[in-house]
């Protein structure tokens, strides 16, 4: 198998990007061991200074000895916690490296796949469909205008059908003439002069004052006799 990933470049690969994690994983082994080792340290730096307390005026040679003690292991310590510090570093460092190559392998993915969507692509191409789909869309307007206002049939004219409402018309009117005899009563009304009238109304009020002066002159001999 493994032949087969390096005849494909595959092995190659596959070791660069599993060295960062193999490097994390070696500094974090050596960090958790000086961490332990520090830790230790300060316990036996902290024993010796308890001895030098507790000989300091009954042994004043032991209590010496104590503190020389505690001297050399707090230089021990100064080293590894600055062995602790130097590896903490390095693995940071190795982590945000780590991740600062998978961003950019990230962005020339997308920035290859971004070259092969416009490939094609050019703004006389992109012009020449805009301009397309603005024609057809133009037609499509037209076509719907046509449709909607131009009429489906033969065309009428308003005269004729004017003209043939007033033969109907006339012809309802001789209709009832030949029924009946005489000029519709509604016709006669109409046909009237409106000046007519007046004297019938004239007539009306005369003989209302004929009959109140009848009527007075006989109250009047009424009263003489």
């Known amino acids: ?19 960062p994690r193999e490097a994390i ?6 960090l958790d061991m000086l961490q332990k080792r520090e830790r230790h340290l300060e316990n036996q730096a902290a024993d010796q200074l308890a001895i030098a307390k507790k000989n300091a005026t009954a ?16 230089h021990s310590l100064d080293q590894t916690s600055a062995q602790v510090s130097t590896l903490e570093q390095q693995i940071y460092s190795i982590e945000a490296a780590n991740i600062n190559r998978e961003t950019l392998q990230a962005m020339q993915k997308a920035g290859k796949a971004m070259e092969q969507i416009h490939s094609g692509l050019t703004m006389d191409k992109v012009d020449k469909t805009m301009e397309k789909l603005r024609e ?25 059908l004017e003209a043939e409402l007033e033969d109907l018309q006339q012809e309802e009117i001789d209709s009832k003439m030949t029924n009946t005899g005489t000029i519709p009563v509604s016709d006669e009304v ?5 000046a ?25 001999a009424e009263m003489a006799a």
């Open 25 to 30: 994983l070696g500094l974090r082994t050596q």
């Open 59 to 74: 042994n004043p040679t032991a209590a010496k000895t104590a503190l020389k003690r505690k001297k050399q292991i707090e």
């Open 190 to 194: 109409n046909s009237l002069p409106a």
């Open 1 to 19: 198998m493994s032949g087969i990933w390096s005849y494909f470049g595959g092995g190659a690969a596959q070791k660069r990007k599993e060295a």
């Open 196 to 220: 007519a009238n007046n004297p019938i109304k004239d007539k009306q009020a005369s003989r209302e004052e004929e009959d109140e002066e009848a009527e007075l002159a006989k109250l009047q």
């Open 136 to 160: 057809h869309h133009e037609l499509g307007e037209e076509i719907a205008q046509q449709m909607t206002t131009m009429p489906i049939g033969p065309q009428v004219d308003d005269e004729d």
